[in-house]
């Protein structure tokens, strides 16, 4: 009996040694695990973004290289979701321009992801509102989203939006060659409306290659100014010649985030491409991107 | 009745003291004074009367234990101490299980999360749930072992069958218990083993409506979702645990009236000797056995916090999601030997076709098993419990085991695995979920590039691993036609693609794609891990994908 009792304070004794170092390292065993959920949110989320979201948030976030079902390089319907405009600060200009400035980051973009906004493109995602991911998948992908943020990302100088000349005049002269490689891939502007050499090549919108006939559209425009406000503003004006009968909207089918992704001499070099011509004639009208 | 006060006044601080404890530890222990403890301690013989009987009349907690067991059963044959560890089980189970309780919220909403927090948040969080993990783990085998032992020394014979009967309960309990845990961490693991199981209830013969009820009962609605978590969860902490304490009463009981059969060998063939000890060979459970059972009690939870700090780690798999089923849907280990039976085929002598294995498993072997089980005792009604004399009894059990050890083994996806070859060759090295050599590999030697199977990387020894495993699950399933001497060798052929390999003759099993693990950045922290099989054969195109992200800080390699 007498062994059995020293076996137990032993054992006992033991147990408490165990208990003890388990206790020790538990701080930092609890980081590690914290790191590891986070973590396999975000690698989550990315499986969720590669699946659902790239094909027209680009492959990188910045709307830059997207494609479709079928691995086709397509243009890229979404906004830029890898910038510091949006990622860096809190609230971030871009909250603060939404209007969110007294929410966070992640209450924003989990917002819009869950609800989407329909009138510029964005479908809403959130199983609560129709959509196809449940609140944990939209958590997941929010944070795939909130971990572009880099320290270089948010010290970089922010490139300053284009401020978008009134007339068109003002645009540098264009080159066409490049117009149509921007045309063709860069902005898939081609998957709507087509070749510019082969009527009826046109899915979406109205055929391209009359751009340049267009200037009747809207009273008083030159082809240029007209062609210049439906790449800004395309709500502005809904054409009636899609290809099956009058075009829908306002708002316009067609994606309206160009003026946030292309440079000043690019809208230039695809204008020069769509009407032939590298320098713009203008009627004085004055086009106003806000 | 003089006061503490009186009594200061009377014998001075010191006596009175003394004699205040000494009062009370003879209302704790239940009629031993403070003397008779200390002597126990000692080891000294007991005083008449035997102040060490009177807790077995007095006290709650001792009256259901007996007061002197025989000496033949205090030793590790013939008992193994196993009925005692499976109660010791249900209360570490019952400790360990009210803790992980504080922790849970039963709501898909929410469930994953909190375990993760368990593990992350709550100081030795991890520490319990791998305790209550193992533990279960442990108490199903502890029980099976038990109800073997009991078979084996003929334990479940007159007058002991009810003992047995009330026994058979108790397993059902201890499984269904193991089982409705499995849910409750409402990952991708519990959710479609728990779906699986309980969707065997809908292929019961009977009319329609009783499969559908019974599934809508246990799963709250069509599908399993808050309800049916809701419903496992109060099975799991309330109902089952209740009927087990109660059960488990019964059950000891039943042990304690008949008294622990002697080992077979020691009493005549056909009679029960048990509750007659004799004076000599008498053992008494003050002090002796109780000492024995806190030994046991402080070296098997040394044993199993050791084993769950030190060896074990409870998994987590990612979120369940009812709209992906994971490759593998694999059931416990306890239960695996179902899921072995449910592989079979069950020709039907009538149609000639055969009938539906789920029906066949799930209403005909297992309760037609459980009954035969059950009965046995009454069934079973030969005289003598010695070994020689029942060679064919316990043929038949070892038999049995062996069987079930098989079927255990076919339940294993190694077992007739029906998925296609480039996912078992993906699921090899980058499993859809569980352990994958793959995502172990430290973040630090992972760089965008393609690699080839078998790819020696200098430097980076846990990535050439995982390449030379690729290549041996790539032979594997290529090479099926290997041995056969009507086709050329199988050998490996390269390509910047990647390697194929190929004895030229196309097997139906895998048309011998290239395959490449195409490694991509695809965020600072993030790389995108990506198998590729591909062929240019236009008969037979072959473009699988097969993707996992790695962050930098996901720590596989740790857990
Ligand atoms: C939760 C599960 C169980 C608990 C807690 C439990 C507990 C016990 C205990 C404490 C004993 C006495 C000590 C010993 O024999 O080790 C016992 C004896 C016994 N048990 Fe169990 N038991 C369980 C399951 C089973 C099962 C599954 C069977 C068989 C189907 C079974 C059949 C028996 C029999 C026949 C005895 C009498 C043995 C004898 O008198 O030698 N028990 N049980």
């Known amino acids: ?290 | 009745m003089a006061t503490f006060f009186d009594e200061v006044k009377e014998m001075g601080v010191k006596q009175a003291t003394i004699a205040k404890v000494d009062d009370v530890v003879e209302r704790v222990t239940a009629g031993m004074n403070i003397n008779d403890v200390r002597a126990m301690l000692r080891g000294d013989e007991p005083r008449r009367p035997n102040p060490r009987l009177r807790p077995h009349a007095d006290s709650f907690w001792l009256h259901i234990r007996p007061s002197f067991y025989h000496t033949e059963v205090t030793h590790i044959y013939p008992t193994f101490r196993l009925g005692w560890l499976s109660t010791f089980m249900f209360v570490w189970e019952t400790i360990t299980g009210i803790f992980l309780m504080v922790f849970y919220t039963p709501s898909p909403e929410v469930a994953y999360q909190d375990m993760w927090n368990i593990m992350s948040g709550v100081p030795l969080g991890q520490l319990m749930r791998d305790m209550h993990r193992i533990g279960a783990e442990v108490m199903v085998l502890v029980v099976a072992l038990h109800m073997l032992r009991t078979f084996v020394t003929g334990s479940y014979k007159k007058p002991r069958q009810f003992t047995w009967f009330t026994g058979m309960i108790l397993l059902v309990l201890t499984l269904v218990l193991s089982f409705s845990g499995y849910l409750l961490p409402w990952d991708q693991l519990a959710y479609w083993a728990v779906t699986v199981a309980v969707s065997a209830a809908e292929s019961q013969p009977g009319p329609e409506f009783l499969g559908r009820n019974i599934n809508l009962l246990l799963r709250g609605a069509p599908v399993i979702g808050a309800g049916g978590l809701l419903r496992f969860y109060l099975l799991h902490v309330l109902l089952l645990p209740l009927l087990a304490g109660i059960f488990i009463f019964v059950h000891y009981y039943k042990v304690v009236i008949h008294g622990h059969s002697l080992p077979p060998g020691r009493e005549a063939i056909g009679e029960d000797t048990a509750k007659r000890v004799p004076k000599a060979e008498r053992v008494y459970f003050l002090p002796d056995i109780m000492t024995s059972e806190v030994m046991w009690t402080a070296l098997t939870t040394l044993g199993l916090i050791g084993g769950s700090a030190f060896f074990f780690d409870a998994v987590i798999e990612s979120h369940a999601d009812p709209l992906i089923t994971p490759l593998h849907v694999v059931a416990p280990w306890y239960l695996s030997w179902s899921q072995g039976w449910l592989k079979w085929i069950f020709p039907n002598p009538f149609t000639g076709g055969e009938f539906d294995s789920k029906v066949v498993v799930a209403f005909g072997i297992i309760p037609i098993l459980a009954l035969a089980f059950t009965i046995m005792p009454y069934v079973e009604v030969g005289r003598s419990r010695r070994y020689a004399d029942r060679r064919v009894g316990l043929s038949v059990g070892m038999f049995f085991i062996a069987f079930m050890l098989v079927s255990n083994w076919m339940g294993s996806p190694e077992y007739k695995v029906q998925s296609s070859a480039e996912q078992e060759v993906a699921q090899h090295i980058l499993p859809q979920e569980g352990h994958s050599i793959l995502l172990e590999v430290p973040y630090e030697e992972l760089a965008a590039g393609t690699y080839l199977p078998n790819q020696v990387l200098p430097g980076r020894e846990h990535l050439t691993h995982a390449l030379a495993e690729f290549e041996v699950a790539l032979r594997e399933y290529s090479c099926t036609n290997e041995g056969d001497d009507r086709f050329e060798p199988c050998q490996p052929y390269q390509s910047d693609q990647g390697t194929r390999f190929s004895n030229s003759a196309h097997t139906e099993v895998l048309p011998d794609p290239y395959a490449a693990l195409v490694i991509t950045q695809v965020q600072h922290n993030v790389y995108e891990l990506e198998l590729v099989f591909k062929t240019d054969d236009p008969e037979n195109p072959v473009d699988f994908h097969f993707t996992k992200y790695r962050h930098e800080d996901a720590a596989y390699e740790v857990y």
């Open chain 1, 1 to 290: 009996m007498q062994v059995k009792l020293v076996i137990t304070t032993i054992a006992f004794m033991l147990t408490m040694i165990v208990f003890g170092y388990a206790a020790l390292r538990e701080p930092a065993r609890m980081e590690l695990f914290e790191g590891a959920y986070e973590s396999r949110q975000v690698e989550f989320g990315a499986s969720i973004y590669y699946s659902n979201c790239a094909t027209c948030h680009g492959q990188e976030g910045k709307a830059e290289l997207c494609y479709d079902a079928e691995g086709e390089q397509i243009g890229c319907a979404g906004r830029s979701l890898h910038n510091a405009e949006l990622l860096c600060g809190e609230p971030s200009p871009r909250l603060v321009a939404m209007g969110w400035e007294n929410g966070t980051k992640a209450g924003f973009i989990n917002a819009t992801v869950n609800a989407g906004r329909a009138q510029n493109g964005m479908p809403l995602w959130g199983a609560d509102y129709g959509g196809p991911l449940e609140d944990y998948e939209v958590e997941n992908v929010t944070n795939f989203v909130l971990n572009w943020e880099t320290v270089e990302l948010c010290s970089e100088p922010t490139a300053p939006a284009p401020v978008w000349p009134d007339d068109v005049a003002d645009l540098p002269s264009g080159d066409a060659a490049n117009g149509e490689q921007l045309y063709q891939v860069t902005y898939g502007c081609a998957a709507c409306h087509g070749q510019i050499d082969q009527e009826g090549t046109n899915a979406v919108g109205p055929w391209a290659g009359a751009f340049k006939n267009r200037a009747d559209a809207q009273p008083g425009y030159t082809a240029a100014e007209y062609l210049y406000e439906s790449i800004l503003l395309p709500s502005a004006y809904i054409s009636p010649e899609c290809p099956t009968g009058p075009c829908a909207g306002p708002p316009s089918a067609m994606p309206n985030n160009f003026p946030l992704r292309m440079t000043i001499q690019e809208m230039s070099d695809m204008m020069a491409y769509l009407l032939e011509t590298s320098e713009f004639e203008s009627n004085g009208n004055a086009i106003v991107y806000p």
